[in-house]
């Protein structure tokens, strides 16, 4: 696993690997996050299975890798 953030705040975090699954919480840039593994979408668009945490919850799901500091995992899932 490797650690990262986001990009900024208010990044999507979804139940799956696209923007038209749903979203199920918001990323902020000051937020704790490990990456898990990256899967490429049909549409060529690259996405990161995370966890991300901060003082309250701990969320995991999926973000497109342009929305993370470092471009998401390096490792396939």
Same mark, same amino acid.
């Given at each position: 696993?490797?650690?990262? &953030?986001?990009?900024? #705040? *208010? =990044?999507?975090? +979804? ?7 749903? $979203?199920?919480?918001? &990323?902020?840039?000051? #937020? *704790? =996050?490990?990456? +898990? ?7 060529? $668009? ?32």
């Amino acid at each position: 696993m490797q650690s990262g &953030g986001f990009t900024s #705040d *208010s =990044v999507a975090i +979804h139940t799956g690997p696209s923007a038209d699954c749903h $979203t199920i919480a918001w &990323g902020e840039a000051t #937020d *704790s =996050v490990v990456y +898990h593994c990256y899967v490429v979408g049909s549409d060529g $668009t690259s996405w990161t299975h995370l966890e991300a945490s901060d003082d309250t919850q701990v969320v995991r799901g999926w973000v497109q890798d342009s929305e993370l500091e470092d471009g998401g995992s390096g490792h396939a899932c």
